[in-house]
C-alpha cells in the first residue's frame, strides 16, 4: 500500500502544481510594450527565416545537404515563430493590443 499511496500523493502534487502554475500566468497580462515587442521580435524572426531560404535558393546553395539541412532549420524556426503570431491573431490578443494602442493605454488597464 505504500507504493501505491505515496505515488497517488505524487500525482496529486504534480496536478496542485500544474493548477498553481496555470492560475499564476493566466492572470499575468504583460504590458503593451512587450506585448508589442513580442510580436514585432516574432515577426522579424519568421521573416528572416524565409529570407534565408530565398537567398539559399538564389546563391544556389540550397542543393548540397547543407544548405538543405539549413533551409529546414530556417523553416522550423519561421514555423514556430510565425505561429506565435497566428495565434496571436486567431485568440483576439492582436485585435485587443491593436484597439488599446489606439486607446493610448496598456492593455493592463493603466495608462502609459
Not at 26 to 40: A, P
Request: glycine share 12%.
Amino acid at each position: 500500500m505504500g507504493f501505491i499511496q505515496s505515488h497517488s500523493l505524487l500525482a496529486t502534487a504534480m496536478i496542485d502544481a500544474r493548477v498553481q502554475v496555470e492560475t499564476v500566468l493566466g492572470e499575468r497580462r504583460g504590458t503593451m510594450f512587450e506585448d508589442i515587442f513580442l510580436l514585432v521580435f516574432c515577426f522579424i524572426l519568421a521573416i528572416g527565416g524565409l529570407a534565408a531560404v530565398v537567398w539559399g535558393f538564389v546563391t544556389g546553395r540550397i542543393f548540397s545537404i547543407d544548405g538543405l539541412w539549413l533551409a529546414l532549420i530556417c523553416l522550423t524556426l519561421s514555423a514556430v515563430f510565425g505561429g506565435n503570431i497566428v495565434w496571436s491573431i486567431y485568440t483576439g490578443e492582436f485585435q485587443r493590443i491593436l484597439q488599446e494602442w489606439r486607446k493610448g493605454s496598456s492593455p493592463s488597464g493603466t495608462p502609459r
